[in-house]
């Protein structure tokens, strides 16, 4: 199948089980075809590879070089993105998943003019479509990069310049006719420029008009082509620049609202941009679940003692439960999954190092499930939560939720009490026995 193999030290990753205290090539946690509440674990958590990260991304950080070592650097140009793609259906095969994601610019070079670039992204799709056809991986999803290039310094659909305005729209125009090409579940918008530097020099409204605007062509031109995936838009609150405009879940859904883009859009969210947002991933997921817009998941995990967007594989198994918990909730990821946007660390430099880092990730996501699962099955939360808000099932609570109850009815209901009743009505919210009771289903869940 491929001209050569380029990770000829790996062969493919299997469920060995818990059977060992120390990593190896091989899930403990991740078994693709078990049942997992009446579903396999693979259509759960639809893990996907993510392009960038682990095939274009060397490893730098703010403070230094690359380091990564991979078995087609020695290759440039076109013929290196057409190594990356080999190398790439080969990894997805070893490691097992059934989704990728990309960038346009991820997978083809850009040419002088974007006529040439569209040519170089046609060579490679076409490699890609081949290597789908017999391999039967598909598309999670795919975007536009728009914030490399010096052409975006000022953003792309939010610039100042008319011209890059109408040169993303054309790069958009071409990415949502690769997702149809591909057969992408999801489009992806990650606005990485469309935000201002300082408010000295921007006229926010305008952008933000534009940047609305833009997004009702784009789902217009989804309409025009047949394209039926999901449009989603990614929160992230800074980064390169100073504010940007979908700074977290909320902020993305009130624009969303204000340019009628609710009913069209739903939000793609990632753990480590919900950490630069002050928010648990959890509080996110929630957010968007509870609007009815929870689209699909990036699955990383930020550190608290570093202030930036690290991108590190998830394994922080309280985070994957609670994230998968949600996910549940929400009736599973139906057209989303999970998205690894995340890398090894700069001293994790070696190629085996790429199945390493997915193989926590995939584990930890996979433990998540079979916690998230129990708990719900169990109603740990709902039953709390159920008895804690029970007085508004009757009485005055009832009305409150009816809509029947007026500020003069409620005055009625209260004027009189004694404070001592009042405070009788409260009761303990017992979160320390909530966090031992998870202790629990963790560490019993996962024996």
Not at 194 to 218: C, I, P, V, W
Request: glycine share 8%; charged share 25%.
């Amino acid at each position: 199948m491929y001209k050569q193999s380029y990770f000829p030290n790996v062969d493919s990753i299997k469920y060995l089980g818990p059977t060992s205290l120390k990593s190896t090539l091989g899930f403990q946690y991740y078994n693709p075809d078990e049942l997992v509440g009446g579903k396999k674990m693979r259509d759960q958590l639809k893990f996907a590879v993510a392009f960038w990260h682990t095939f274009d991304q060397q490893l730098v950080d703010p403070f230094g070089d690359g380091t990564a070592q991979r078995p087609y650097s020695e290759f440039t140009g076109m013929d290196l993105a057409k190594a990356r793609v080999e190398a790439a259906f080969e990894f997805f095969d070893k490691l097992g998943v059934d989704y990728f994601c990309f960038h346009d610019r991820d997978i083809a070079p850009e040419g002088d003019t974007l006529r040439e670039t569209n040519k170089n992204l046609d060579e490679i799709l076409d490699m890609i479509t081949d290597y789908q056809k017999t391999s039967g991986k598909k598309v999670l999803w795919n975007t536009a990069n728009m914030f490399t290039n010096p052409r975006f310094v000022a953003g792309a659909a939010s610039s100042p310049f008319a011209d890059v305005f109408a040169y993303a729209a054309a790069q958009v125009k071409k990415g949502l006719e690769t997702a149809k090409r591909v057969g992408a579940s999801n489009y992806v918008f990650w606005g990485g420029r469309e935000g201002y530097e300082s408010l000295l020099n921007t006229d926010m409204k305008r952008e933000q008009d534009h940047l609305g605007q833009f997004f009702n062509l784009a789902a217009d031109y989804a309409k025009e082509i047949g394209f039926d995936g999901q449009l989603l838009l990614e929160p992230k609150p800074k980064e390169p620049m100073t504010h940007q405009y979908d700074f977290d879940a909320a902020t993305t859904i009130n624009f969303m609202k204000t340019y009628g883009l609710a009913g069209t859009y739903k939000l793609n969210l990632e753990g480590n941009h919900a950490n630069l947002a002050g928010h648990s991933y959890q509080h996110e997921i929630r957010t968007a679940r509870e609007a009815g817009l929870l689209g699909s998941l990036d699955a990383n995990q930020g550190d608290e003692l570093i202030g930036w967007d690290i991108d590190e594989f998830p394994s922080n198994l309280y985070e994957t439960t609670l994230a998968m918990y949600e996910v549940l909730k929400n009736g599973g990821p139906h057209k989303g999954g999970l998205n690894f946007d995340a890398k090894p660390r700069r001293s994790s430099f070696e190629a085996e190092d790429m199945f390493y880092s997915h193989i926590v990730g995939m584990d930890s996501f996979a433990a998540g499930l079979r916690v998230a699962q129990k708990l719900i099955d169990d109603h740990v939360f709902e039953d709390v939560i159920a008895d804690r808000y029970a007085s508004y099932e009757s009485g005055v609570g009832a009305t409150i939720e009816n809509g029947t109850a007026t500020f003069q009815s409620l005055e009625a209901e209260v004027i009189d009490k004694p404070q001592s009743d009042l405070i009788a009505a409260t009761h303990s919210g017992h979160l320390e026995q909530l966090k031992d009771t998870l202790n629990h289903y963790i560490i019993q869940t996962l024996k």
